[in-house]
């Protein structure tokens, strides 16, 4: 029997599976059978939410160099894992609640709810810097004046005709302005600086990963990127990753307070993202669904609503994840007839 190619489904979701079979078998052998419950709930919840993600993370990461995608999945699935959803929360409390690391990692271990709670209260931060930068992200791509496909008539074509370089960020900024002045705002100068951190970083790594990309390309026409060009790009890669896992990590504790539950669930949710990424480069799933990225961008933009919305009301996770779902489907179905049409 012939073994799989690099590019086959078996290949590339190996080490998901592996992983997860271990993992939940441990969590089950150590922990109990409610923990392995809890556990692959949070699975489904990462993978469910971050399919959007993976839509994004793919076509970035069709335009680098294949070392830049090995790194994408073996250093980049430590950050996403290790960093994103053990670590940085744990950096996050330590500053916001003015407390050493050893205190917080001590919380997080031996008082979950204490913890869950000091976690929290950095919700403001979060979800102004993620809500700004994924606002950033989806505004970018709609008034994109290159961009030739359109799902959506009636909104996209406006948008488009009315597209300046510098619209975006403008847009962006107002609405941080915006959100900060509202009487209701519990606080008001956290969201500010914490939003237009989210702004600043979305414009200085994204315009550096294009600037070393054109540069790169005047050399060599049409070749993927490579050196400091595919770097900008990974980090660009890790900190969408971190935009969309910051309020995922928040929404985990409704389900246990356990953190290592937490961090094995989420982990693994993650690493089955950056498997599917991978399985949409390789097989051109993007191209195969034209309307799939921007049903992507649409759910970015309800997202990124619902953070900054975040900032005054209470709103369920499942909101932003029902809604995602809905467009995303909504995409693929409209992506299949009009392939129908023009083959």
């Given at each position: ?27 089950a ?24 993600n993976?839509i ?96 959506i ?97 928040i ?31 390789e ?5 195969a ?21 975040g900032?005054?009301?209470d ?8 809604a995602?779902?809905c ?17």
């Amino acid at each position: 029997m012939p073994m799989p190619t690099k590019t086959h489904p078996f290949r590339i979701f190996f080490i998901s599976g592996l992983v997860t079979i271990l993992s939940l078998a441990a969590v089950a052998g150590f922990i109990g059978p409610e923990a392995l419950f809890v556990a692959s709930i949070l699975i489904l919840i990462e993978i469910t939410f971050s399919f959007e993600n993976a839509i994004i993370n793919a076509k970035v990461l069709s335009g680098v160099s294949e070392f830049w995608r090995k790194i994408f999945i073996t250093i980049g699935i430590l950050i996403a894992v290790v960093g994103m959803r053990l670590v940085f929360p744990i950096v996050i409390v330590a500053i916001t609640a003015g407390l050493p690391m050893g205190s917080v990692v001590d919380l997080a271990l031996n008082q979950p709810d204490t913890y869950a709670h000091e976690l929290e209260a950095a919700h403001i931060s979060i979800a102004s810097f993620g809500g700004m930068f994924l606002l950033m992200l989806c505004l970018h791509f709609f008034l994109d004046p290159k961009r030739k496909v359109h799902w959506i008539d009636v909104i996209e074509k406006p948008l488009q005709d009315m597209s300046k370089w510098w619209l975006y960020t403008a847009c962006s900024f107002v609405v941080l302005t915006v959100l900060s002045l509202i009487p209701a705002n519990p606080d008001p100068r956290e969201t500010f600086i914490a939003g237009l951190i989210g702004i600043v970083t979305y414009v200085a790594i994204h315009g550096l990963a294009e600037l070393f990309g054109r540069k790169q390309s005047s050399v060599k026409p049409g070749t993927l990127k490579t050196g400091m060009a595919g770097f900008m790009a990974f980090l660009y890669l890790e900190v969408l990753d971190a935009s969309f896992s910051f309020d995922g990590v928040i929404g985990a504790f409704a389900v246990t307070k356990d953190v290592v539950l937490i961090a094995i669930g989420l982990g693994i949710g993650a690493l089955w993202v950056r498997s599917l990424t991978i399985y949409m480069v390789e097989h051109h799933v993007l191209h195969a669904y034209r309307y799939l990225e921007h049903g992507a961008h649409y759910t970015i933009g309800v997202l990124s609503a619902v953070l900054l919305a975040g900032i005054f009301f209470d709103i369920p996770e499942i909101i932003a994840g029902a809604a995602g779902l809905c467009i995303i489907t909504a995409s693929i179905v409209s992506s299949v007839r009009q392939n129908r049409r023009n083959p």
